[in-house]
Nanobody, 119 residues
Framework: VQLVESGGGLVQPGGSLRLSCAAS????????MSWYRQAPGKERELVAL????????KYADSMKGRYTISRDNDKNTVYLQMNSLKPEDTAVYYC?????????????WGQGTQVTVSS
């Protein structure tokens, strides 16, 4: 399993960014995909998740209305559109998928992409 994030960078408050996560090594269209973020000194938190078919999404309360998660199962890619960015959105953003089996749960993570919101 490989997850590779891209699209992070420096943006001014109120600006937008679109993150991408290219997945390989598993049947992408069969798995829920998620975005998490981790700010300095804070725990990693769930940002959003999307069902395997893309017809169901869930967001953390602080991201509702500003972030949109989507996926393209033909391209094995999940996206995170982030609008109206705030300084408190500054964090490393990680792509995640979780495998469930009779032996337990295994999480896979990308390397992360830095998002910095600052004037």
């Amino acid at each position: 399993v490989q997850l590779v994030e891209s699209g992070g960078g420096l943006v001014q408050p109120g600006g937008s960014l679109r993150l991408s996560c290219a997945a390989s090594g598993f049947t992408f269209s069969s798995y829920v995909m998620s975005w998490y973020r981790q700010a300095p000194g804070k725990e990693r938190e769930l940002v959003a998740l999307i069902s395997s078919g893309g017809n169901s999404t869930k967001y953390a309360d602080s991201m509702k209305g500003r972030y949109t998660i989507s996926r393209d199962n033909d391209k094995n890619t999940v996206y995170l559109q982030m609008n109206s960015l705030k300084p408190e959105d500054t964090a490393v953003y990680y792509c995640n998928t979780r495998f469930l089996s009779n032996t337990g749960v295994r999480d896979y993570w990308g390397q992360g992409t830095q998002v910095t919101v600052s004037s």
